[in-house]
């Protein structure tokens, strides 16, 4: 048998998540998202009855009772359609991080979470995603780090899915730690 004559050389793989695309980012993190308004004067904590990490949930891509008001059917379908494509854009492993907004105590940043299940899923005329928590914030909540010390003076026009990367994005993932 013969043998080749080219000294077989085995080169170092280089193994990098998808998902990871931002530096300084010890979290991975590659989404923003906002889990309840502002406009909506919330007084209660989104998710608070999973404040552990590894718990998993189901995050949700709702639309807000009061803005179906008045709109036709077909227009409702197209806003789901669009909540349809938000919630499956991350893929199964990307993590999200997830900002509140409190009426009486502000923006907050409450969880860091990985998406387990590789596509959304229709359930009580929202979409949901089945997510693991990889970072929360310590109770109580109120004192939990202000959205602009992590990810800077940017603000959010809904809940849809920002990119960590977008440019109106500082990302500060330190104030998590």
Not at 86 to 105: E, T
């Amino acid at each position: 048998m013969a043998q080749s004559l080219s000294p077989k050389i085995q080169l170092p793989t280089v193994i990098k998540e998808p998902s990871l695309e931002t530096t300084d980012n010890h979290l991975n993190i590659k989404y923003l998202k906002l889990v309840n308004h502002t406009a909506s004067k919330r007084t209660k904590w989104s998710y608070q009855e999973d404040p552990q990490i590894g718990v998993t949930f189901y995050l949700h891509w709702a639309m807000n009772e009061d803005l179906k008001k008045g709109l036709s059917e077909e227009e409702i379908s197209k806003r789901l359609a669009r909540k349809k494509n938000d919630a499956n854009k991350a893929v199964q492993g990307d993590r999200i991080l997830l900002c509140q907004n409190h009426y009486n105590h502000g923006h907050r940043v409450t969880h860091v979470v990985e998406t387990v299940s590789s596509t959304a899923e229709k359930t009580n005329e929202m979409w949901t995603r089945e997510v693991r928590v990889v970072w929360v914030a310590q109770d109580p909540w109120e004192y939990a780090p202000q959205t602009k010390n992590v990810i800077g003076n940017f603000l959010f026009k809904g809940g849809n899915l920002i990119s960590a990367n977008a440019p109106s994005i500082d990302l500060n993932s330190d104030a998590l730690k």
